[in-house]
């Protein structure tokens, strides 16, 4: 089975504009979970979309965003960027059980803000 | 609450001992614990799970040790090997979300030669 695919791996932009991360889960999970992962705060869960529906959400703000379709393929969007938000965006996928914890990760988008 | 920590930062171990990393919780509602490898430049690894009804589970080299009073956690990496250089992060998930885990900061394993 293909693993957990994200697009682009590098991306550079400036500050205030906006950027879509994309993740395409392993077939057959229907849960997508997105993570930021930065040297001074690590690895933190942004949110979690399930059925095309967000199922979980982190203490980020609300320019972070992001939608699932019905192939179970998912975006983020972060709208008018700051220095700060530039990090490894992870996303990663599972069945979406709730017994079914298990999260796969994919190798990430490297995002940096200028 | 919600904080998972970690220790130690780094390690260092010779090739064959053992690395012992511990992971510490506050939150009661956690009930899954994975523990994940990360290489640079790559997303982190599922390596090996544990839930708060069994106290160890092993895994080839990889064992996790769960104390559920004392609400500490632990890998342990028998015979390690120059391969096992990574970043190790614990995680922990709260009982009916699957998907939201809180992280540890991390534990930088070097394994020499």
């Known amino acids: 089975k293909a693993g957990v695919t994200q697009t682009p791996r590098y991306l550079i932009k400036t500050r205030g504009q906006q950027v879509t991360l994309s993740c395409s889960p392993i077939?057959?999970?229907?849960?997508v979970s997105w993570y930021q992962q930065t040297p001074g705060q690590g690895l933190q869960f942004l949110f979690e979309?399930?059925?095309?529906?967000?199922?979980n959400k982190g203490n980020f703000p609300g320019r972070f965003s992001g939608r699932q379709f019905s192939n179970s393929r998912s975006e983020m969007n972060v709208s008018t960027l700051e220095l700060g938000d530039s990090a490894l965006y992870l996303c990663?996928?599972?069945?979406?059980?709730?017994?079914?914890?298990?999260?796969?990760f994919g190798p990430g988008t490297r995002l940096t803000v200028t | 609450q919600q904080q998972v920590k970690q220790s130690p930062q780094s390690l260092i171990v010779q090739k064959g001992g053992i690395s012992i990393i511990n992971c510490a919780y506050e939150?009661?509602?956690?009930?899954?614990f994975p523990w994940y490898q990360q290489f640079p430049g790559k997303g982190p690894a599922l390596l090996i799970a544990?839930?708060?009804?069994?106290s160890e589970k092993k895994e080839g080299r990889f064992t996790i040790s769960f104390n559920k009073s004392a609400k500490q956690f632990s890998l342990h990496i028998m015979d390690s090997q120059p391969g096992d250089s990574a970043t190790y992060f614990c995680?922990?998930?709260?009982?009916?979300?699957?998907?939201?885990?809180?992280f540890g900061t991390g534990t930088r394993l070097q394994v020499t030669l």
């Open positions: 990663a996928s599972s069945l979406g059980g709730l017994q079914n914890y298990e999260q796969y």
């Open positions: 939150n009661t509602a956690f009930d899954y």
């Open positions: 077939s057959g999970h229907r849960s």
């Open positions: 995680a922990a998930g709260p009982t009916g979300t699957a998907s939201k885990l809180t």
């Open positions: 544990i839930r708060p009804d069994v």
């Open positions: 979309y399930f059925s095309e529906t967000q199922r």
